[in-house]
C-alpha cells in the first residue's frame, strides 16, 4: 500500500474511540471522517462551509468539517452522527427529529443534529426565535424547518423543564 510522504501523525478521539491515524497536511476533517474512518454520517454537501452538512461536535463546539484541516486537530475530541446514541438508545435529538418528522431526505439531518445538539450545549437558545437564528448556517433543501425548530424545542424544553 502507498503511504503518501508528506502524511502527518495524528491522534484524534473519534465517537469515544481514541485512533492514531495520519493524514497528508491538505485533508479536511469531513474527507478524514468520511474516506479514513468510514464515518459517512457527516455529509459533503457544498464543500464551502455553507450548508452545515458536515456538521461535527469538536471538543464540544458545532464545527462544519469541510472546513478544518484534520492536522490542526491533533488531540482534539471528535463527535459525529454515529457518536451520539449511546449503546441502543438514540440521543434525544435523534429521537425528537424521528418524533416530529423533522427530516425529508435525510442527507442534512446529520449535519442539523450535530448542530443542535451544540446549539444547546452553548445554552444561547432562549425562544423558538433563538432556536431558528442559531441554526441558520444549517440547510435544508427539502424545507423542514418548522419540524426542524419543533424538534429542537421539543428537547431545549425538556432540558428545561427537567433543570426546574
Known sequence: MYEDPSAIALHLTVNGEARDLRAAPWVTLLDLLRETLKLTGSKKGCDHG???????????????????????????????????????????????????????????????????????????????DDVRELMSGNLCRCGAYTHIVDAIEMVRLGAVEAAA
Open 50 to 128: 455553507q450548508c452545515g452538512a458536515c456538521t461535527v461536535m469538536i471538543d464540544g463546539r458545532r464545527v462544519n468539517s469541510c472546513l478544518v484541516l484534520a492536522v490542526t486537530r491533533d488531540g482534539a475530541e471528535v463527535v459525529t452522527i454515529e457518536g451520539l446514541a449511546e449503546g441502543g438508545t438514540l440521543h434525544p435529538l435523534q429521537q425528537a427529529f424521528i418524533d416530529h418528522d423533522a427530516l425529508q431526505c435525510g442527507y442534512c439531518t446529520p449535519g442539523q443534529i450535530c448542530s443542535a445538539v451544540g446549539l444547546l450545549a452553548e445554552g444561547n437558545a432562549h425562544c423558538r
